[in-house]
């Protein structure tokens, strides 16, 4: 008969389907005797502040929410009390594409829960991605005139974001227009007819990055596996290894936890100066800060228009294509038929929107630096710093976007060669006030 299970109420109990470690094969279908990891959603919430201390919260406190009404639990027990307090049975994640697929096909999929059921479950699923997923901060900066969009991306979800199957992805579409809604700068645009993301059609994957100076660049955040070639694979079994894990991480997130070894940050976002680190370069911020760099062409305009917003899709085209590919199968046949019905429209989490006015545009192009850079952005970190009056630069000082001093020094000559000693964006500045942003990507 029905009994109280305090274990029910731990996020121990979503472990057995939230830590899930794959047998790997090659693609012959050999065993390789090897493991990856397909998803961690648990461990991930272990390497969190919200494990334990004074944030301590329990996965059922958001996929299960509790509330003081008495409800009764079971019926045919007439001497079962009504229970208080009671955990509402919502499950919900993020996944709105399946929710939709699955509510408009109840009747040929001889499912159980009606349609209405399956909108409050859209409703809440999007709630949830909306109020609880994520912060967004988003600031235009004119660095002597250089203009830079600066965006922040901070986790308040109790595991990476996007957590779970590994399809899920999100990314960072920012647009900016000038006047007469001139279109300056737009990365992370998408096709709404087909789910991709625009030039990311016909590339394996796009690695992390800490500063965008071309728009064909994306800030993507995601879990890419990789087989035993390395290449990219959407087959679970086939996964060998992690190429890319760029995700959010939860706050509190360390690298040198007892479960880092199951929730590892892999790629370029391990050497980005901000990626879970503060200004001191102390883990655990669960967030992310992006430079957007602009292009020339900004200058003519009076006004900066700038829109930042933040997609979740849970079943990427890519993903799905390998899948859609197989003939003659009749589950996937299926899928296929369900799949084609609904482009896989991401959702939005987070936006935000301003106009800057540019006071004095002229006035603004006369105090750009009289300092140049070569290359800029530089792909080894060398890059040349040269004063364009042929002046000597003399006392400078070199420090990275958290204003942290990375050297110092003075050059008798007008050229001065930097070490920039990883991916980033940096300030150059002399004693004589001249600025200079300075990238290594």
């Known amino acids: 008969y029905p009994m109280f299970g305090q274990h029910m109420t731990q996020s121990e109990s979503c472990a057995a389907c939230h830590s899930l470690i794959t047998n790997s094969v090659t693609l012959e279908g050999e065993y390789t005797g090897e493991t990856v990891i397909e998803q961690a959603t648990y461990h991930e919430w272990v390497n969190s502040v919200y494990e334990s201390g004074p944030e301590q919260q329990e996965c059922q406190g958001c996929h299960m929410p509790q509330i003081d009404d008495p409800v009764g639990i079971a019926s045919g027990y007439a001497w079962l009390q009504p229970r208080s307090p009671f955990s509402l049975h919502y499950f919900v994640g993020a996944n709105t594409h399946m929710l939709r697929m699955l509510r408009n096909n109840v009747d040929s999929l001889d499912l159980s829960a009606t349609e209405a059921q399956f909108d409050s479950t859209i409703d809440r699923t999007l709630k949830m991605l909306q109020e609880q997923s994520l912060t967004l901060t988003t600031e235009l900066i004119l660095d002597n005139g250089a203009p830079r969009v600066s965006v922040e991306l901070l986790n308040q979800a109790g595991h990476k974001f996007p957590s779970g199957y590994p399809a899920r992805r999100a990314w960072v579409e920012l647009e900016v227009r000038g006047d007469n809604d001139v279109a300056l700068f737009h990365s992370g645009a998408w096709d709404p007819e087909t789910g991709h993301i625009v030039g990311q059609e016909n590339i394996d994957w796009e690695p992390h990055h800490d500063v965008i100076t071309d728009d064909s660049d994306v800030v993507i955040y995601e879990l890419v596996l990789g087989d035993v070639n390395g290449d990219v694979t959407t087959v679970l079994e086939r996964a060998h290894d992690h190429l890319k894990d760029n995700r959010l991480t939860p706050r509190g997130f360390t690298t040198d936890h007892a479960v880092y070894d199951t929730t590892a940050i892999v790629g370029s976002a391990l050497s980005d100066p901000n990626f879970n680190l503060d200004s001191l370069g102390a883990e655990g911020t669960g967030g992310d800060h992006i430079q957007f760099l602009l292009p020339e062409g900004w200058q003519e305009n009076a006004s900066l228009t700038v829109e930042c917003n933040v997609w979740y899709q849970s079943l990427p085209p890519k993903w799905v294509a390998p899948t859609l590919a197989i003939q003659g199968d009749s589950l996937i046949d299926g899928f296929r038929q369900l799949y084609a019905e609904f482009a896989p429209i991401p959702e939005r989490i987070a936006t935000q929107s301003f106009t800057t006015e540019i006071q004095g545009t002229e006035e603004a192009l006369s105090t750009l630096s009289k300092l140049q850079a070569w290359p800029n952005p530089s ?48 300030i150059f500045k002399t004693e004589a006030g001249e600025t200079l942003t300075l990238i290594r990507q």
């Open 379 to 426: 792909s080894d970190g060398m890059v040349m710093v040269q004063s364009s009056e042929a002046t000597a630069i003399g006392d400078y000082q070199l420090y990275d976007l958290q204003g942290r001093t990375i050297e110092t020094g003075t050059s008798p000559s007008h050229k001065l060669r930097i070490a920039l000693p990883k991916e980033g964006l940096y």
